[in-house]
Nanobody
Framework: QVQLVESGGGLVQAGGSLRISCAAS????????MGWFRQAPGKEREFVAA????????LYADSVKGRFTISRDNAEGTVYLQMNSLRPEDTGIYYC?????????????????WGKGTLVTVSL
């Protein structure tokens, strides 16, 4: 069973950049598809991005496409989310997700493993 710990959240001005990380332990990292979700205040958790086992295939929500980049380091057991051109509507708790299935990683109700989240706040 894999454990996920996010880090790197914080306060950033609109138009700025931030990179958040998720460190995995307790499992074979390269066997998991990894993803990021976020939850804004008063809203449901939504899919942000996903990356496959080898790191050569990615998927993004339309709202972040072209601004966010997901990547992974299998040797370090870490997945990253580089966020550029941040907007106030990007504010929320960002959750790391892991699953063995490329299909399930995009569906919040089907993801196997979750981190506890890291807060990202984008101010005007």
């Amino acid at each position: 069973q894999v454990q996920l710990v996010e880090s790197g959240g914080g306060l950033v001005q609109a138009g700025g950049s931030l990179r958040i990380s998720c460190a995995a332990s307790g499992g074979t990292f390269r066997r998991y598809v990894m993803g990021w979700f976020r939850q804004a205040p008063g809203k449901e958790r939504e899919f942000v991005a996903a990356i496959n086992w080898r790191g050569d295939s990615t998927l993004y929500a339309d709202s972040v496409k072209g601004r966010f980049t997901i990547s992974r380091d299998n040797a370090e057991g870490t997945v990253y989310l580089q966020m550029n051109s941040l907007r106030p509507e990007d504010t929320g708790i960002y959750y790391c997700a892991a699953d063995s299935s490329w299909l399930r990683i995009r569906v919040q109700s089907q993801v196997g493993y979750w981190g506890k989240g890291t807060l990202v706040t984008v101010s005007l």
